[in-house]
């Protein structure tokens, strides 16, 4: 298992571990309905919609690389930064960043990953 000693090293990693768009519309998808799920048991004072949230936030994730990315999720190695790394994705997409970023991580637009930069 590699060491990464912060986020910002982290990241490049976990975006090429996310290199396919459909990976990434899949984690978009999980986050918001995760987060839907958050607000909805507090303004509606339910605390059914937390037990869901697993099935939410990882359902959508894990369905992703094993059926689309064919890797093993980097949660399962890295379970902090992964979940930090999810929601720093999705507001990256949300506020149109995240091509850029893909780019800086050697992910091209075809979802494949430049070999020379691969992590």
């Known amino acids: 298992m590699r060491h990464f000693p912060t986020f910002r090293d982290f990241w490049p990693f976990y975006l090429q571990e996310h290199a396919r768009p459909a990976?990434?519309?899949?984690?978009?998808?999980?986050?918001?309905l995760a987060l839907l799920?958050?607000?909805?048991?507090?303004?509606?004072?339910?605390?059914?919609?937390?037990a869901l949230l697993p099935?939410?936030?990882y359902g959508f994730a894990w369905a992703a690389h094993f059926l689309v990315e064919r890797n093993?999720?980097?949660?399962?190695?890295?379970?902090?930064?992964?979940?930090?790394?999810?929601?720093?994705?999705?507001?990256?997409?949300?506020?149109?960043?995240?091509?850029?970023?893909?780019?800086?991580?050697?992910?091209r637009p075809d979802g494949t990953v430049d070999p020379a930069r691969r992590l």
């Open 23 to 32: 990976t990434r519309a899949l984690h978009y998808a999980g986050t918001s």
């Open 37 to 50: 799920l958050v607000l909805t048991a507090l303004f509606r004072h339910w605390l059914w919609p937390l």
């Open 55 to 57: 099935v939410a936030g």
């Open 72 to 107: 093993r999720p980097a949660t399962f190695r890295y379970p902090l930064w992964s979940l930090a790394a999810d929601w720093v994705m999705w507001f990256r997409f949300l506020t149109g960043h995240i091509d850029g970023d893909l780019a800086l991580a050697g992910v």
